[in-house]
């Protein structure tokens, strides 16, 4: 609670976590979603570009201001329950790193920093694509508070 009362003091928003888990709360929600990226990418549904503007372009766009829970409440739990159900089947129930993922490690394809990961970052600026991101969360901080 004093944590908290910091926090808030600060501006800052903070959440409570009830157990202790590996990773920490957003963390985990975005391995969730990052085990099934990589497995629409892996399983040649949709390639890593694509993916990723699903994501910007679709429901990345309402998370500021929408959370997951409000959507199924709004969408309607009658309708989420039997996407649910079909949609489940489908998705990634992989524990630990794909085989891909490790095969790019292994190559030394780690990401920006190497010039390569699943981006060719010769042909792309990691400078640039961290300060459009901190752009638009400063202005949607700025925004919403």
């Known amino acids: 609670q004093d944590v908290r009362a910091l926090l808030l003091q600060c501006g800052k928003?903070?959440?409570m976590v009830k157990l202790d888990k590996p990773g920490q709360l957003g963390n985990r929600l975005q391995m969730a979603l990052l085990r099934e990226a990589l497995h629409i990418y892996e399983s040649g549904i949709a390639d890593v570009e694509d993916i990723d503007l699903a994501i910007k372009n679709g429901f990345g766009m309402r998370l500021p201001v929408y959370g997951l829970f409000e959507h199924t409440d709004i969408v309607g739990?009658?309708?989420?329950?039997?996407?649910?159900?079909?949609?489940?089947?489908?998705?990634?129930?992989?524990?630990?790193?794909?085989?891909?993922?490790?095969?790019?490690?292994?190559?030394?394809?780690?990401?920006?920093?190497?010039?390569q990961g699943y981006y060719d970052w010769s042909r792309k600026d990691a400078r640039q694509v961290k300060e459009l991101r901190d752009a638009f969360l400063l202005d949607v901080v700025k925004r919403y508070r």
């Open 13 to 15: 928003t903070p959440v």
């Open 77 to 115: 739990l009658d309708i989420v329950r039997n996407l649910f159900d079909y949609v489940t089947r489908d998705l990634s129930n992989q524990s630990g790193a794909t085989a891909d993922l490790d095969n790019r490690k292994a190559s030394g394809r780690t990401g920006a920093n190497a010039g």
